[in-house]
């Protein structure tokens, strides 16, 4: 069969490249070819190819694509000479690509793969015959949708492949968004979108509870897309407040939830400072200088008082390094209070001093331990 194919495609080129110097020479005029001509010329080619399908076996799927196409091209063809237009035109095509995927599937079942390229091209030949008639973004949602089917199918044949339910989801919620983004308020598909975005995390904690990380990108993104809700209620800087609050929110959990976790009290603690000074600019006088220094001191505290709780619990968590800290931040905040607005022209002395004492304190001789007292050996 290979051989018989071999020769039937090297008269075939031979011909081919016969007519190609004959146009070369002047002695054929493509151009002048009517449409009519090449329906029949591409016909015949995807009888040729087809012809080479089956000479080759039925398992070389790969020769239907020039023969489909060559059909498809040779119906288009003939749609256009008989004056037909539309958006359909492309179906022949689109279709044309996509069987060859399908018979793949169908020579060879563990090929599943094929299966995607092939409902992709499925869904874009049937939004291609609708496209006259259908509003744009019902088409752009229908194929969205559509592309994630296959993905889907995927996971369900084999529960172990889970990357497949990322393209799944990612693609059903971009289709969602597109279907409902003419007729829901832009702040709610914002919301959608981030929500959307948190499930995954919290699929992955729920499955898996020894990952906890999952938690706090669920937990934050899951926040921030609060914030388009409630910025049709909430304005200004009351929503940086609230923003602020949200973010500190989820690191409080971590650091109560689990113990061990002692790290997420220094975000949970600078968010919170954070939201408390915002809230505190709003209820003082604007443009009072006065109020800057004291409003800085408040920050700086927060700060230290961070760092300070953490060093409190050194008995049962490595935090005794966050003294130096607290009490660089403390005297900072005290400075900030002391020198009020001014403080801003001195705040790079203090910290050039803050360095220097670093330095001499990590100079200092070590206070040597106490020696292990021998063991008795009796």
Not at 2 to 19: C, D, E, P
Not at 64 to 82: D, E, H, N, Y
Not at 90 to 119: D, S, T
Not at 287 to 307: R, S
Request: no cysteine; glycine share 8%.
């Amino acid at each position: 069969m290979k051989r018989t194919a071999s020769l039937f495609w090297g008269i075939a080129l031979i011909l081919l490249s016969a007519a190609l110097l004959a146009d070369r020479l002047g002695y054929i005029d493509f151009e002048k070819i009517s449409n009519n001509a090449w329906v029949f010329i591409f016909a015949g080619a995807a009888i040729l190819f087809l012809l080479s399908y089956f000479l080759n076996g039925v398992k070389q799927w790969g020769w239907l694509f020039p023969a489909f196409i060559s059909a498809a091209l040779s119906l288009t063809i003939w749609l256009t000479t008989r004056n037909i237009e539309g958006s359909f035109l492309g179906v022949p095509i689109l279709a044309a690509i996509a069987l060859p995927f399908y018979a793949g599937f169908a020579v060879n079942r563990k090929n599943w793969g094929l299966l995607i390229p092939a409902w992709i091209l499925t869904v874009l030949t049937v939004i291609t015959l609708a496209a006259d008639r259908v509003e744009g973004t019902l088409i752009g949602a229908l194929f969205l949708l559509s592309a994630a089917l296959p993905f889907l199918i995927v996971f369900l044949r084999n529960r172990t492949r889970l990357w497949a339910l990322i393209p799944a989801w990612v693609l059903f919620i971009l289709g969602t968004i597109s279907l409902l983004s003419e007729h829901v308020d832009g702040n709610l598909i914002g919301a959608l979108f981030m929500y959307s975005v948190a499930l995954p995390f919290l699929v992955v904690y729920l499955m898996d509870r020894t990952r906890r990380w999952a938690l706090i990108p669920a937990i934050i993104t899951a926040f921030l897309g609060t914030v388009p809700l409630l910025s049709s209620f909430i304005g200004g800087d009351v929503m940086g407040a609230v923003m602020m609050f949200l973010f500190a929110l989820p690191f409080f959990v971590v650091t109560f939830r689990w113990k061990e976790q002692w790290w997420a009290l220094i975000p949970a603690g600078i968010f919170t400072s954070l939201g408390i000074v915002v809230v505190l600019g709003m209820l003082v006088p604007k443009n009072q200088p006065v109020f800057e220094g004291i409003l800085t001191g408040i920050l700086l505290l927060g700060f230290g008082l961070t760092f300070g709780l953490l060093w409190l619990q050194r008995k049962t968590r490595p935090t005794d390094w966050a003294r130096f800290p607290a009490i660089g931040l403390l005297a900072a905040s005290l400075l900030a209070f002391i020198l009020n607005r001014n403080f801003q022209n001195y705040w790079a002395v203090i910290l050039l001093a803050v360095g220097v004492l670093l330095i001499v304190t990590s100079l200092l001789p070590k206070k040597p331990k106490d020696p292990t007292p021998p063991s008795n050996p009796s």
